[in-house]
């Protein structure tokens, strides 16, 4: 798991201490130094084989560790361009370990600062696209474009589709990798067009199906972002007007979470709610164990990972 503060750190199933596997950035950085760009920001990080780990940091893109000595190397960096834009503000990636390919949400085009990120949600422009990078031919190309600040994203089991977590609309999507029965390749499908809150990171599930994190959920009557997207003209002044810090305080309260079990169709198969699992709030990725006795969520409030039995 990554911090903001550019630590990668290992846990180990039953050990409750975490070991330091490498950093991002600076040795120098300590916990008070979150989201500075010399620290690093890990996000996305995925297994492409036994002893290599592949991520994405926000500020350094996409990049390789090895597991066994804790050498980070980059491997695509956002100044490489891909449909004639960059490829950065990366946010999470899914490998095919077979063809090598590593494909990653970028949430927007628009080169925001990452203090500034919230505000390319309200706005709601839906700049962002999906990208692969194959390894073998140092290729990055667009899989897809005009996407909703997609978040998390995870490669269907036939690995025909890409599904990805569109934060700005609480949306979830597939987009066709290959032609299908169902849509021709770059084409997108709706899974679930309202998600109860933000989509955050997406997971397999060892039954089958995706794994959802829903870190905060969507208020009665709408959020201040839906709302503000129909009005764009109002928007615009509000923006101007009113400091960026009161959006985030009214549409980010990350005061209950949920872990949601996807069908591969978009239906909802089960859900884990914050008043069962207190520590579900702001939760950002929930992982099933492949015995499916255990859930693993993340808590991006804290830091904090916690091991819940399921049987």
């Not at 939760?283 to 693993?296: E, F, G, H, I, R």
Request: hydrophobic content about 35%; proline content about 5%; some cysteine.
């Amino acid at each position: 798991m990554g911090s903001r503060y550019g630590a990668i750190w290992k846990l180990a199933p039953g050990n409750e201490s975490p070991v330091l596997l490498a950093r991002t950035g600076s040795s120098d950085c300590k916990p008070e130094h979150s989201d500075v760009p010399e620290c690093g920001r890990p996000l996305g990080l995925r297994m492409l084989n036994a002893t290599t780990l592949v991520m994405i940091d926000l500020h350094a893109g996409l990049l390789a560790v090895d597991t066994a000595t804790g050498a980070v190397r980059t491997v695509l960096d956002g100044d490489v361009m891909a449909g004639g834009r960059q490829t950065d503000m990366l946010n999470d990636l899914d490998v095919d370990t077979d063809t090598q390919t590593v494909y990653m949400s970028q949430m927007s085009v628009r080169g925001w600062p990452l203090s500034d990120l919230d505000v390319d949600i309200m706005e709601g422009q839906c700049t962002g696209r999906l990208l692969s990078y194959h390894i073998p031919s140092d290729k990055a190309e667009v899989v897809a474009e005009g996407l909703c600040f997609p978040n998390g994203v995870q490669l269907s089991a036939d690995r025909k589709y890409l599904v990805v977590a569109e934060m700005a609309r609480y949306r979830l999507s597939q987009i066709a990798l290959v032609d299908t029965e169902l849509a021709r390749k770059g084409e997108k499908i709706v899974l679930d067009d309202a998600t109860p809150g933000f989509p955050d990171n997406l997971r397999s599930h060892p039954d089958g199906g995706y794994l959802l994190a829903i870190p905060t959920l969507r208020r009665k009557g709408g959020q201040t972002i839906e709302i503000l997207t129909r009005y764009p003209t109002i928007r615009k002044v509000l923006y101007k007007i009113t400091p960026k810090a009161f959006y985030r305080l009214i549409d980010l309260n990350m005061q209950y979470g949920i872990c949601t079990h996807y069908h591969s169709n978009g239906t909802v198969l089960n859900t884990y709610h914050f008043d069962d699992f207190p520590t579900f709030r702001g939760v950002s990725q929930c992982t099933v164990a492949p015995d499916n006795k255990t859930l693993y969520t993340v808590n991006r409030l804290d830091g904090r990972v916690v091991m819940t039995p399921l049987a």
